[in-house]
């Protein structure tokens, strides 16, 4: 199978840096701080539409955000970052029953290559797909669809990726899959609530329950 992997909250633990970021960007463009529950709303989806919904600001202010928050990041926010338990283990026993192992991330394709060089698990993938910092492909459908394309997928249809699979901890990724009709796998480790998983094929409690899903 072709297994597509969402980053932050389903491979690495990004909150550090990403919370640590957005208090830098709160303060610099004279917001007032959210409590943390609302603060981790932003890890996940893209952050100009995050900016506009979650404090209700217009777009150029949600713009100026964004290039606050990624000069930022770029230098300190990249390096907060820890790969879950159990995660570098069910990478080795998915890509040793044989499947294809891919990323698709809201994050700037640029900001996860690093990442995945600091974390040394770039290995396991044929394929790391993220965001362009132009504003291009920010929804994951977006980022989906270039996969797709660097993959050969041309018809990118139900029936075309039935041996897909999106996993994820957001209901961005299982919105995103559903837009091909391509399904989807659930991680309760990350950031998401399980409430989010509904339109998902399954939902697992940690990497090697996911390991196991696809040794079958």
Known sequence: MQLVF??????IDSSTGILGTLRHTFGVMGFDLLPEEQMRKFIGPPLEPAFMEFLGVDR?????????????YRVTGILGVEVYDGVPEMLDALAGAGHTLHVATSK??????????????????????????????????EVLEELFRRGGVTRPDADTLADWRMIGDRIYDVEG??????????????????????????????????????AK
């Open 6 to 11: 969402d980053l932050d909250g389903t491979l």
């Open 177 to 214: 899959a559903a837009a091909f009709g391509m399904k989807s796998v659930g991680v309760t480790w990350g950031f998401g609530p399980i409430e989010e998983f509904a339109g998902a094929e399954a939902a697992v409690q940690s990497p090697a329950a996911l390991a196991a899903l696809f």
């Open 108 to 141: 700037p394709e640029v900001f996860a290559c690093r990442i995945f060089d600091n974390i040394g698990l770039a290995k396991y993938f044929t394929h790391i797909c993220g965001a362009g910092l132009d504003g291009t492909r920010a929804k994951k459908a």
């Open 60 to 72: 150029d202010t949600a713009v100026r955000a964004v290039q606050v928050y990624r000069a930022e």
